[in-house]
């Protein structure tokens, strides 16, 4: 399974929603403490850039010396529509401070120095430690795996249902009798999970792992299509 850290790091350089919190700024607008774009230095500190008059630079800039603490929590939600969407969450919380000339006009980038790490997600929940998020790679398919699954659901509907068979003999008697409905919910470079739904709303999800770790698009296609092959066979 990937580590805690890797997970960590692919929401935080993933597409999922974000928002900042920094003490003494509750009835701030949610939207307001949202980055325009976020990113991960080579030390394992966040890079979130901001409009210039938001409340997240104005209270990093005020702070000056001080240690001015904020939280990024992200939330990660399976990107087709299925019972029980949301997939994880992760907070990434530290010291932040302004960065100087980093980026366009009317924008300030704000670094967040990572002090810890937990995540809350479909593998289970878990501290990460500042050095096991900064050595940690994000997973290669982060970038797409939104459009794979949107793709996956929507034109290889028989193939995701063919893998009810690879469940096992108790299972696979369940499916001839009546095949649920399957949606696939998440993808990495070592496998695909997928969740099986009753009509009576009953669901579990189920993970089949791929024979070997893929680094890219290419490989992808060919453990797919041997996966696909071993559920028909």
């Given at each position: ?94 010291w932040l401070t302004t960065v100087p000339g980093m ?7 704000l670094r967040l120095e990572t002090g810890e790490a ?7 929940a878990q501290d990460v430690e500042p050095e096991e ?101």
């Amino acid at each position: 399974m990937p580590s805690a850290a890797e997970r960590t790091r692919t929401l935080v350089q993933s597409t999922c929603s974000a928002v900042l919190l920094i003490p003494g700024l509750t009835a701030t607008g949610f939207d307001q403490l949202v980055p325009l774009d976020r990113s991960v230095g080579p030390e394992g500190d966040l890079f979130l850039e901001f409009p210039a008059d938001s409340p997240a630079v104005r209270a990093a800039t005020h702070a000056q010396d001080d240690e001015l603490t904020a939280v990024l929590e992200i939330t990660d939600v399976a990107p087709v529509s299925v019972p029980y969407r949301i997939r994880g969450r992760c907070r990434v919380s530290g010291w932040l401070t302004t960065v100087p000339g980093m980026t366009g006009p009317g924008r300030t980038l704000l670094r967040l120095e990572t002090g810890e790490a937990y995540i809350e997600d479909l593998w289970g929940a878990q501290d990460v430690e500042p050095e096991e998020f900064r050595d940690a790679a994000a997973d290669p398919l982060v970038a797409h795996e939104a459009e794979l699954l949107q793709h996956l659901h929507a034109a290889h509907g028989e193939q995701l249902g063919g893998l009810c068979g690879l469940l096992g003999e108790r299972a696979g008697e369940r499916c001839a009798a009546h095949r649920p409905d399957v949606v696939p919910v998440a993808l990495d470079r070592l496998g695909l999970r997928v969740r099986f739904c009753e009509a009576d709303g009953r669901c579990f999800d189920a993970r089949f792992d791929f024979p070997e770790p893929v680094r890219h698009i290419g490989e992808l296609r060919r453990a797919m299509h041997t996966l696909f092959e071993a559920a028909a066979g």
